[in-house]
């Protein structure tokens, strides 16, 4: 599903460059769970970023289903991830402006689904994720799980087949880190590609892989 | 359209969620687009709205042009109506008016009205239908046919109250009845008048048509092409004609003498075009400097809202539907700025109108219609996308897993700030721009308002009187009456002195003519000396403090019968008698070659007086004793008074009733009022683009402020590391402020340029100033620098009040 071969990423400082991801071989396939792990700067977020195709400034090869990410244009890869990927951060990263409903609304809203079958989606959405009631909130009167509980839903509502997840429970307490896990672990046996990065030992454990990196290596 | 419409409920609510932002940005677009609305409505009244006439694309004006006497256009004579008339493959029709006063007697008060005498042609010329009755016929410019009259809708609506039974009422006019046969509709204006009370037929009798009347010129002439005819086949055609009329005419036209059609639209518009079209530039410019400003703005918030951009495109938003999201917010905030401008606009244009004072040209229908509605809406979507674009641009080159990653920390601050040094850099320079030009008005206005006008125009009461052909049929009568006139004003108490002329200075109105000088010979392709006639009373010159320079004034013993005599400005003897005694010498009317020449010989010098404005060019004036040349049928008075001169009119109109209890006071005005009146243009030019260029300043000082304090907020942890480091406040205040003069002085000096090169456009409206005065640049750029230097002040203030540990730690 997805085979990185030789990925390398890199910053020009001065005459010279700092590297961030060397060398990053890595496949993983459909349905798993992989954990990425290791210190701060270790470049655990940029690979996450480089997966989700957020970031396009890379050399190496990187192939998504039959797609041979690394000769495609930033127009096609814009049209890949709003296909593949959904995307859980450890800032809830909410839009303020917008209601919950709003929030779940704007991803199916990328990707010209007509507004009566949204409507639907985000209904059925909020029933599963049992925010029903806070539908018409704002994310500054939602507690910090609860915002994180909106941001998966947000970022599974258009059914993405892989799940990218950055530091997800980094801003909660054990308790509601530990409700999100679950529900990671529902999405992942339904089906949903998870890969996360996390410094938590016990969030880990949910996955069935645990990838480390050490200064942009893949520690063997 | 959906996904468009949820862009823009989402960009009301950001919007509506930022109310400190919003609000300073509305009001400053508001600004901008409200003076934009404003000014194109008069472009609009003026310039692009049709003239209130029948296929008025196919009308045309014709005048007497002369180009060695300053490119002098006059109106048409009597003959000069015929030939031209008679151009039936020219005109399809054609018509002069003859705009006069006269007085209104047997219904009350005695007054003064304006009539406007017009040939048969006239209203089938013009296709406007009447209110009411019937317009005046063809056959009715005859005389005996012609005492029939067509109100205006204003003065049917003063005089007799809108009342339908007013047809077919009498109107005594000039000691004549007048049958008012019609009423013009409220939206007819003469295009020559800006006042015409009625209509009534024009009447020219057999010696009007003589050939020696061919440069009795004060008939505005309107005709209609021919069909097919276009105005520059009209002018060929007329020039030919009056290449052709110079050789049987030499004594009436010079070698120069040309004929000028021009395309009534065009005449409307003549003389305010090009001022107009500065002030669009003007307030274009100041709509530049608020969209710099908003981008400003933006792109402050865009370094805070780089992570709400991220997030969007990690949930799938592709760049165009960002884009489109980001202009989308800007455009609704233009259109905000839009309809509050529009408002402003409401409120600004009657303002404008009164503060134009009657300089815009009579047709203009100034007013914010649907045209002005659309260019405003117009105006508002380019403003939006034109402030939108770079912040969105700059927010679409966000990195966003940068963006992600600090949680919505700004990012990109470098090349935003950039950015936004480069918009208050180019915002000082268009405001130092407009500066300059205000400036150079402001001097100009200066120095117009400072020419000495040749008289003590303080304590000068004015007014005209018009002494009707049918109660003073004769020139005899005529004379003893206004000397009559005369005596009683001078006789009454709190009157200084009182004397008649035949043009009062600043009043509007001049006749000229040329003259043959004693002794000058006029050399080849020159003009005859032409200059300004005059009839006056021996008390005018003295009443007006004229400076008496040589010789002697009139006395009452220049009459009818006695030596005839004139007194001549310094102008004139400065032209044809510069190094010999000009007393004693002699004019004419006559050429040198004429059996029976007449002599007027000049006993007086005085110093010149302004006339047409304290700006126009001096023509030579020539005075002559009233008594000694028959009583002119109109005659305007200058009263010096100890106190107001408003505050006599009392007095006068007592001492006026005392001669003729019939006899109304017309155009009375204080002669402050009239020279202050002749300023208007200029005071108006220089009021506007005064005010915009203000606006400007302070937009772009607002603009620099705003960078400045984004500035130190940028700077924190450097300037808290430099204070940590032992650095005082007057070194961190220096280090803000010289980075804030930094930008100032770019601005300036790209301002400067720019001025040079575009101050070159408003030489016609200076006056004795150079389009590149040092004096003005230097005085403005030094404001500008004073008003940056301010601007930059308070947040180098809050640099110094920088808490170092504060500083570092929240970095």
Redesign the interface.
């Known amino acids: 599903m997805i085979a990185l071969r030789s990925l390398e990423k890199s910053y020009p400082q001065g005459g010279s460059k700092v590297f961030v991801l060397r060398q990053i071989t890595l496949d993983i396939g459909p349905g798993e769970f992989v954990t990425i792990m290791g210190p701060s700067g270790a470049g655990k977020?940029?690979l996450l970023?480089i997966l989700?195709m957020?970031?396009g400034e890379w050399t190496g090869e990187y192939q998504l289903f039959t797609h041979v990410i690394h000769k495609l244009k930033p127009?096609d890869r814009?049209a890949l991830?709003?296909q593949y990927v959904g995307?859980v951060?450890?800032?809830y990263?909410?839009?303020?402006?917008?209601t919950v409903a709003?929030n779940l609304d704007?991803?199916l809203?990328?990707?010209?689904i007509?507004?009566a079958e949204r409507q639907a989606i985000v209904a059925d959405t909020l029933d599963r994720f049992g925010m029903v009631a806070k539908k018409d909130l704002y994310p500054r009167q939602l507690s910090g799980g609860q915002q994180q509980l909106v941001a998966v839903a947000?970022?599974v509502i258009?059914k993405p087949q892989i799940l990218l997840a950055?530091e997800p429970t980094g801003n909660l307490h054990s308790e509601q880190g530990r409700e999100i896990m679950e529900l990671f672990k529902q999405l992942n046996a339904a089906g949903t590609t998870i890969i996360q990065v996390t410094h938590s030992e016990t969030n880990a454990t949910y996955g069935n892989r645990i990838v480390q990196l050490k200064d942009g290596w893949i520690a063997r | 359209m959906e996904t468009l419409l949820q862009d823009l409920r989402y960009a009301v609510r950001s919007l509506l969620n930022h109310p400190g932002f919003t609000v300073v940005a509305v009001l400053t677009l508001a600004l901008g687009i409200g003076a934009n609305t404003a000014i194109f409505s008069v472009v609009n009244g003026v310039l692009l709205a049709p003239l209130p006439y029948r296929e008025p694309d196919r009308l045309v004006t014709v005048n007497h042009f002369y180009p060695s006497l300053n490119n002098l256009r006059a109106p048409v004579s009597v003959p000069g109506f015929r030939d031209y008339s008679a151009r039936a493959d020219l005109f399809a029709s054609a018509a002069v008016e003859n705009g006069m006063a006269m007085n209104l007697t047997g219904s009350g008060e005695p007054e003064r009205v304006n009539v406007t005498l017009v040939t048969g042609q006239f209203f089938p010329l013009l296709g406007v239908a009447p209110a009411l009755g019937r317009s005046l016929q063809p056959d009715e410019a005859e005389a005996g046919k012609n005492h029939v009259a067509v109100l205006s809708w204003g003065f049917w609506q003063q005089k007799y109250g809108g009342d339908r039974g007013a047809l077919g009422r009498k109107l005594t006019l000039d000691n004549e009845d007048y049958e008012i046969v019609g009423v013009m509709p409220a939206r007819f204006q003469d295009f020559f008048s800006r006042r015409t009370d009625l209509f009534a037929p024009a009447v020219f009798k057999p010696a009007d048509f003589a050939d020696n009347r061919r440069t009795n010129e004060y008939l505005p002439f309107i005709g209609r092409l021919a069909p097919g005819v276009t105005v520059q086949r009209a002018q060929t055609e007329l020039h030919a004609l009056a290449v052709r009329l110079r050789t049987p005419y030499t004594n009436s036209y010079s070698p120069d003498w040309d004929l000028k059609v021009t395309a009534l639209s065009d005449e409307a518009s003549r003389g305010v075009r090009s001022g107009l079209l500065i002030l669009l530039g003007a307030v274009a410019a100041v709509l530049l400097i608020a969209c710099a400003n908003v981008a400003n703005l933006q792109l402050a918030r865009t370094a805070a809202r780089a992570r709400d951009v991220a997030v969007r495109v990690a949930l799938g938003a592709s760049p165009r539907r960002l884009m489109r999201y980001l202009l989308t917010e800007s455009v609704v905030l233009a259109l905000a700025g839009g309809a509050v401008g529009v408002l402003l606009a409401l409120w600004g244009v009657p303002a404008l109108l009164a503060l134009s004072s009657g300089n815009l040209p009579v047709t203009a229908r100034v007013g914010v219609d649907i045209r002005v509605l659309g260019f405003a809406l117009l105006v508002s979507l380019g403003t939006g996308l034109l402030f939108g674009f770079a912040p969105a641009l700059q927010m679409a080159r966000t990195d966003l897993h940068e963006s992600l990653k600090e949680g919505g920390r700004s990012v990109g601050h470098r090349s935003s700030l950039r950015l936004r040094r480069g918009l208050v850099v180019s915002t000082v320079a268009v405001a130092l721009t407009l500066l300059v030009g205000a400036g150079l008005l402001i001097r100009s206005f200066a120095r117009v308002v400072g020419v000495d006008p040749g008289f003590r125009p303080d304590h000068l009461l004015t007014f005209s009187v018009s002494l009707s052909q049918a109660k003073y049929p004769n020139d005899t009568v005529r004379v003893q009456v206004l000397e009559r006139l005369n005596a009683a004003l001078n006789a009454t108490p709190g009157i200084v002195s009182a004397g008649g002329t035949s043009n009062i200075p600043f009043g509007g109105n001049w006749s000229t003519s040329s003259f043959n000088v004693e002794g000058y010979q006029v050399p080849t392709n020159t003009p005859m000396p032409w200059g300004d006639m005059r009839l006056v009373t021996p008390t005018y010159l003295p009443t007006m403090r004229a400076t008496l320079k040589a010789g002697r004034q009139f006395s009452d013993a220049d009459r009818a019968g006695s030596p005839a005599v004139c007194i001549v400005d310094e102008e004139l003897v400065h032209r044809y008698w510069p190094n010999v005694d000009p007393i004693g010498k002699r004019i004419t009317f006559n050429s040198f070659t004429d059996s029976s020449i007449q002599w007027i010989q000049v006993v007086g010098v005085v110093g010149h007086m302004a006339h047409e404005g304290l700006d126009a060019q001096k023509r030579v004036q020539v005075y002559f004793p009233v008594a000694q040349n028959g009583g002119i049928p109109f005659l305007g008075f200058t009263v010096r008074t100890t106190g107001d001169p408003l505050a006599s009119l009392g007095a006068v109109r007592g001492a006026v009733r005392s001669v003729d209890a019939e006899l109304p006071l017309a155009n009375v005005n204080s002669m402050d009022h009239l020279i202050e009146q002749s300023t208007g243009s200029r005071r108006f030019a220089m009021l506007l683009l005064g005010g915009f260029a203000l606006l400007a300043m302070t937009l772009a000082s607002i603009g620099l402020y705003g960078v400045m304090s984004y500035t130190v907020t940028q700077r924190a942890r450097e300037l808290g590391v430099r204070l940590a480091l032992g650095a005082d406040s007057r070194e961190v205040l220096g280090l803000v402020l010289l980075q804030g003069l930094k930008l100032a002085l770019t601005g300036v000096a790209i301002g400067l340029l720019t001025a040079f090169a575009v101050t070159r456009v408003m030489k016609n409206m200076l006056f004795n100033l150079s389009a590149t005065d040092p004096l003005t640049f230097l005085a403005i750029a030094l404001l500008l620098v004073a008003v940056a230097l301010v601007a930059s002040y308070l947040p180098a203030l809050r640099a110094t009040r920088v808490n170092p540990i504060e500083a570092l730690r929240s970095e």
């Open positions: 977020s940029t970023a989700g957020l970031d127009r814009v991830h709003k995307f951060f450890q800032q990263h909410l839009l303020d402006d917008l709003e704007i991803p809203s990328y990707r010209d007509k507004k947000r970022s258009h950055d």
